[in-house]
């Protein structure tokens, strides 16, 4: 998948807040840490350091939801930690993402803690942050 692919599927997935741009994707996927799993419809980004991993985005083309996509990625991302042997993820997801919560929750990830403000939304509204955390242990 190019920068672009990611861009575009990125801004259709989150159009309440700031997309990421074509060249923060290919700034990120230079990096020999980060994971880049998926398809032009959905795709899940992600780094490992040191035995932990951290989900950096998963987005879905609106076109393609409720499909399965998403939950795909996750469970590539886990495959592939558990061959690196990481042993947690972390990640963050806005408070108001209720699919995304849902998601995370049915894949046995904990709140860590919060970002208050975190998020601000294209509206101006600031929304906190939930930290997640899955050891993998748990699965």
């Known amino acids: 998948m190019t920068p672009e692919t990611l861009a575009r599927v990125h801004a259709a997935a989150f159009t309440d ?3 990421w741009s074509a060249q923060e994707f ?3 996927i230079d990096s ?3 994971i880049l799993l998926g398809d032009a419809r959905s795709f899940l980004l992600g780094r490992v350091i040191a035995g932990e991993a951290e989900v950096l985005t998963i987005a879905t083309d609106p076109d393609f939801r409720r499909q399965g996509r998403a939950q795909s990625c996750l469970d590539a991302f886990v495959n592939a930690l558990r061959e690196q042997d990481a042993s ?12 995304a919560k849902s998601l995370y929750k049915n ?3 904990e709140i860590a803690g919060t ?4 998020y601000t939304r294209t509206d101006g509204a600031k929304i906190a942050a939930l930290v997640l955390r899955r050891t993998l242990d748990t699965v």
């Open 115 to 118: 970002r208050p403000n975190y």
């Open 17 to 19: 807040s700031r997309p």
């Open 107 to 109: 894949n046995k990830f």
């Open 32 to 34: 020999p840490s980060v």
């Open 88 to 99: 947690t993820i972390f990640l963050e997801v806005a408070d108001d993402n209720g699919p």
């Open 26 to 28: 290919a700034e990120l």
